[in-house]
């Protein structure tokens, strides 16, 4: 990493230290709804633009951790900090049963199975009202006392996303990272130079699914509810999106995707009812003239700058 | 056990009735899909849309026509018409400079026009309940095995099924149009190779798929309230089907529909709430033994 | 070294490789050869486990090897190049080797270690060994056809094989690029002690670098023997004079 990335890493995680402090509640709640998003997106991306796998339903995986958090939370008097990491650990658990059930198909059958049996949960959260409150979903989640106010919420989401995005970060510049990119590229070279693809595809659906359960772990702490639709396959159409937007194959761009979405949804809705209009009409756009995403773009138009001369010399 | 014999033939009759009208929908409408996705291997989000938009678009021709029984038959024509209208504007608008994008792109623009649909659709309707009529000679019931009564419209939606399979199969294996297109489902290069107009072909058949959406749109139109978010569920639905029986395989489509229908209707007899986990085991069974669905895939 | 008895393989009917028959000692260089749509390929899957055979026996150092999955054929220390180029589109030519070598090492499950610290020195040499060092920042995308060749040889050395097989090593090369090639697979075998196994369309090449040839027809073995056996041989004359593309002398 050269200095100035570095540099800038810094200064931008002091402003973001720096919100609470100096902006309003709204949007303190905002910018911690923006770093979970982004993180269950740049989740997402571990598997979608690192991977290569149809990753189609990854929301269910948001929701199955924020379930797990709140049943934990309401229905067990177990330590409630414990809640914070059964979450997450039910949303691998779930990502390796779908993972072994779809690993073995193709790329669009994997990944209309996946939002087939991911629709299939949501049925089940949505019907079993005993459970999970059925359509209602869960109220007044009881928080732990010390994270249970705006600020604390806020930099509890902070400090786990910034953690969580490193480990990611670590995780694509490993060896495991740079075989999972291999296998996007080209699973069957990546077989024939002793890969084993389905085993490490299916190790990256758990960690992804892991890490998308965080971030459902995180929306318990700053929203205290949870409902069906935080697994309704829209939403991981949605997410998708955000990847597609901020650039699938750089790690910061699920982020930005994530950060101008979530924004753009708060203040188009303030004024209007047709946000999902606005919506189609920017992913048209995007996808028409920008299929590499804003900071791939930047990238691209950035390497040009040095990369062409290069290859003209040779 | 004796008393569940005792009570199960009947109601096991009437649901496995049920669940096959049912069946002719979702036969209807996955049969585009896969017809879409074996041609021109498009995932279509925005399938399910055009089912929405069809059976809104049969509830105010019905109204417009005074609400009588003919009402029900100009919207049967004139509503699947409008839909393929409106996915040929899309295609040539868009869809026909994306079709060399990944599965990825084709799958998130379709779903961008399934949010733009959403919305249009409750621009134009609103947000309330509609229900459309049942033409007067479907009105009332038969007496089924024993006396058992069944809806006469759902007879008739047994009996469209059928129909459409075999104008379907007359379609794609009768005619040049059909046998172009299922060369073009295997070896695209080649069709356009020859000389033929890929680029036609597929504007075709994408909107003959999206003609099959609005047709179902319409027939179950008067069997369920019309209302927004009612694509939403049906999408998923003909997912399964068309993975269950094959990529691109509308025989595979009448199948996945026959499988899906009765696990889902006799699902409901065994466990009432739950019923819904049966179809999606049967597909997960399927899958599990034939990973690349049923009948033999495009794919 | 690699012994191949009847192996056999049907698509939809078609006989893509019926009744192939193959045996490499070890250290030599051996040729299959045979008109377009010989089923050369389609051995060359079976062989590595990208295509599991209907029947016959693929025994690699009197170990039974048939239908092992890819992975665990490169275990054994067999790599192999493909015809249509196969590389790493979006990584640099460091990172197509490099992901070789780590996956050999077993290092592949390895989450937090970061991959720029690893194997350096190794994945070096593969590449100063093939040429590419000058260009191994280079993303794979911007590599010219021939440069893609010889780094899919390089991934097969990441494997550190004992056994390669390449697949139309020089296809669609330059003249220049091809000689290059042909001194650098000389080189593996008589430098490192590979054996090796290729097919070739170019005659030139063939008998210019292999100690024994076997010919293929439609899916099946006409012949394996010494170049000079195989050059008298009637059958293979009948085989290629009678109507196919490719001029024996």
Sequence with gaps: ?314 | ?299 | MLEVTSLSKTFDGFKAVNDANLAVGKGEIVAVIGPNGAGKTTLFNLITGIIKPDSGRVLFKNEDITGLPPHEVCRKRISRSFQIVNVFQRLTVFENVQISVLSREKMTWNLFTPSASLAIKETDEILESVGLLKKKNRTTALLSHGDRKVLEIAMALGGNPEFLILDEPTAGMAAEETSRCIDLIKKLSQTMGLTILFCEHDMEIVFGIANRIMVMVRGGTVIQGSCEEVRCNEAVQDAYLGGSDVCLM
């Excluded at chain 1, 772990?217 to 396959?233: A, E, H, I, K």
């Excluded at chain 1, 101008?260 to 009409?281: K, N, P, Q």
């Excluded at chain 2, 809806?151 to 005619?175: D, E, Q, S």
């Excluded at chain 2, 997912?239 to 595979?252: E, Y």
Aim: proline content about 4%; hydrophobic content about 55%; overall charge positive.
């Design chain 2, 1 to 299: 056990m004796e008393a569940v014999y005792s009570i199960i033939p009947a109601g096991v009759l009437s649901q496995v009735f049920v669940g096959l009208s049912r069946t002719t929908i979702l036969f209807i409408v996955a049969s585009g899909l896969t017809l879409i996705l074996g041609v021109l291997r498009i995932p279509n989000v925005a399938h399910g849309s055009l089912y929405m938009i069809g059976a809104f678009t049969a509830f105010t021709v019905t109204k417009l026509s005074g609400g009588g029984s003919a009402g029900f038959w100009i919207a049967l024509v004139i509503a699947p018409l409008i839909v393929a209208l409106i996915s040929l504007i899309a295609e040539r608008g868009m869809f026909q400079f994306l079709y060399e994008r990944e599965h990825l792109m084709l799958l998130l623009l379709t779903f961008a026009f399934s949010l733009v649909f959403g919305d249009l659709v409750k621009l134009v309707w609103g947000g309330e309940y509609k229900s459309v009529p049942v033409p007067h000679i479907f009105q009332g019931f038969v007496p089924l095995f024993g006396g058992l009564p069944f809806p006469l419209y759902n007879l008739f939606l047994l009996l469209a099924g059928p129909v459409v399979a075999i104008l379907l199969y007359l379609l794609t294996n009768k005619t040049k149009m059909g046998k172009i297109a299922r060369a073009a489902a295997v070896d695209r290069e080649m069709v356009g190779a020859v000389g033929i107009n890929v680029s036609r072909v597929f504007a075709t058949v994408f909107v003959i798929g999206c003609y099959l959406a609005g047709l179902g749109g319409v027939l179950v139109a008067p069997t369920v309230s019309v209302t927004l978010g009612m694509d939403h569920n049906l999408i998923i639905e003909a997912f399964l089907i068309v993975i269950m029986g094959g990529l691109g395989n509308i025989w595979g489509a009448l199948l996945g529909a026959l499988i899906f229908g009765l696990t889902q209707s006799l699902g409901i007899l065994i466990w009432p709430k739950f019923g819904i986990i049966f179809p999606y085991l049967a597909v997960v069974v399927v899958l599990l033994f034939r990973p690349t669905g049923l009948l033999k895939s495009t794919w």
């Design chain 1, 1 to 314: 990493m050269s200095r100035q990335t570095i540099l800038g890493l810094g200064a931008g995680i002091i402003v973001l230290l720096l919100f609470p402090v100096f902006l309003p509640r709204f949007y303190v709640y905002l910018v911690s709804i923006i770093l979970l998003y982004g993180l269950l997106a740049t989740s997402l991306n571990l598997v979608l633009g690192y991977g290569g796998i149809f990753q189609f339903h990854h929301a269910v995986f948001y929701g199955v951790g924020a379930y797990g958090t709140t049943l934990m939370l309401t229905k067990t008097g177990l330590p409630p900090m414990l809640a914070f990491i059964v979450g997450p650990l039910a949303s691998a658990a779930f990502g390796l049963v779908i993972g072994i059930i779809c690993i073995r198909l193709s790329k669009l059958y994997f990944g209309m199975l996946q939002i087939s049996l991911g629709s299939l949960v949501w049925a089940i959260v949505y019907r079993w009202y005993s459970f999970t409150g059925g359509d209602d979903g869960i109220h007044g989640i009881p928080i732990p006392e010390m994270l249970s106010s705006p600020k604390s919420a806020y930099y509890y989401t902070l400090i786990i996303t910034l953690a969580s995005l490193f480990v990611m970060w670590k995780i694509i510049r490993s060896p495991f990272g740079s075989a999972l990119q291999g296998i996007r590229d080209n699973p069957v070279r990546s077989e024939m130079i002793g890969i084993n693809v389905r085993m490490h595809q299916l190790l990256a659906l758990v960690l992804a699914g892991f890490f998308a359960g965080v971030a459902g772990s995180l929306f318990v702490v700053v929203d205290n509810t949870v409902f069906p639709d935080m697994l309704f396959w829209t939403l991981s159409l949605e997410i998708l999106i955000m990847c597609l937007l901020g650039g699938w194959f750089t790690f910061l761009g699920p982020m930005l995707g994530a950060a101008v979405i979530v924004a753009l949804r708060t203040f188009v809705s303030a004024y209007t009812d047709y946000w999902a209009l606005v919506l189609g009409i920017i992913m048209m756009l995007v996808i028409l003239f920008l299929p590499n995403g804003i900071l791939g773009y930047v990238e691209e138009k950035f390497k040009r700058g040095f990369m062409e001369p290069e290859i003209e010399g040779q």
